[in-house]
């Protein structure tokens, strides 16, 4: 059966309806979060994919729910040295040192946020009226909150979430908008 619309170059050759990158592509990359937990999932999943294939990542994502209580901010915020201890020994996600620091700082520092904007969501609707799609001014926002965010990490997060223009091909058949 041929598609009357083609999805995105990147996943027009995939076959398998079960194939990680067909599920992200097709459910979630380029869709709005409320939630502030996912909003922050989304982040840790981009940082930890740094220097890796996203489909590495995707293939971690339970893993990461578990080793990170399913991305709860209050919780991670509190994580000490056991916690740390824990994730660097734990398979199922990346182990990396800087990674899972960041990880825990940046739980801390949107605790912080919800507290002056009431939530992680608020803050960036607040910004995207400053930032627009103006990526440098997102990445000097999120330098001066976040550990482990560069260029790449950051452009992504934002693509992922709704926040940036480009997240799919013009003709992609699950444009949302």
Known sequence: MKLTHPYCNYVSNLKDV????????????GVRIEDDNELFGRLIMEINQAGLSWRTILMKEKGFRNAYNNFDIKKIAKYGEKDFLRLMNDAKIIRNKLKINAVIYNAQEIIKIQKEFGSFRKFLDFYVKENKNDKNLWLKLFK??????????????????DMLPGTHDTKCKVIRK
Do not use: P, Q, T
């Open 18 to 29: 079960n194939d990680v990158d067909k599920i992200y592509h097709d459910n979630h990359y």
């Open 144 to 161: 001066k909150h976040f550990k482990f965010v560069g260029g790449e990490i950051v452009g992504e997060f934002l693509l992922s979430i």
